[in-house]
């Protein structure tokens, strides 16, 4: 089991930034990928970026790349997502997920990220 909780969230203007964090508790958090999701309004989830477990490994979403930086602390048991440069259509519902037996196993409950124009 993977307990998951998300914070950083918050209202910001374009072109500002956020840090979104992940706290993970219960398996050892270093032998898991970990991945940052999100949903808008009226659409579908979208995978925004992944990391492995030893952190060497990422990759990001086209729409993110350049923009947003995912990061891990194994000694933390935490996840981060930087976001730089936000736009509105970055609006979104942001979860952080576990990836546990090659699939997306755990999610947090998610934190809330609006972009203003």
């Known amino acids: 089991q993977v307990h998951l909780v998300e914070s950083g969230g918050g209202l910001v203007q374009a072109g500002g930034s956020l840090r979104l964090s992940c706290a993970a508790s219960?398996?050892?958090?270093?032998?898991?990928?970990m991945g940052w999701f999100r949903q808008a309004p009226g659409k579908e989830r979208e995978r925004v970026a992944t990391?492995?477990?030893?952190?060497?490994?990422?990759s990001y979403a086209d729409s993110v790349k350049g923009r947003f930086t995912i990061s891990r602390d194994n000694a933390k048991n935490m996840a981060y997502l930087q976001m730089n440069s936000l736009k509105p259509e970055d609006t979104a519902v942001y979860y952080c997920?576990?990836?546990?037996?090659?699939?997306?196993?755990?999610w947090g409950q998610g934190t809330q990220v609006t972009v203003s124009s």
């Open positions: 997920a576990a990836r546990v037996s090659d699939t997306w196993a755990y």
């Open positions: 219960g398996r050892t958090f270093s032998s898991y990928p």
């Open positions: 990391i492995s477990g030893g952190g060497i490994v990422t």
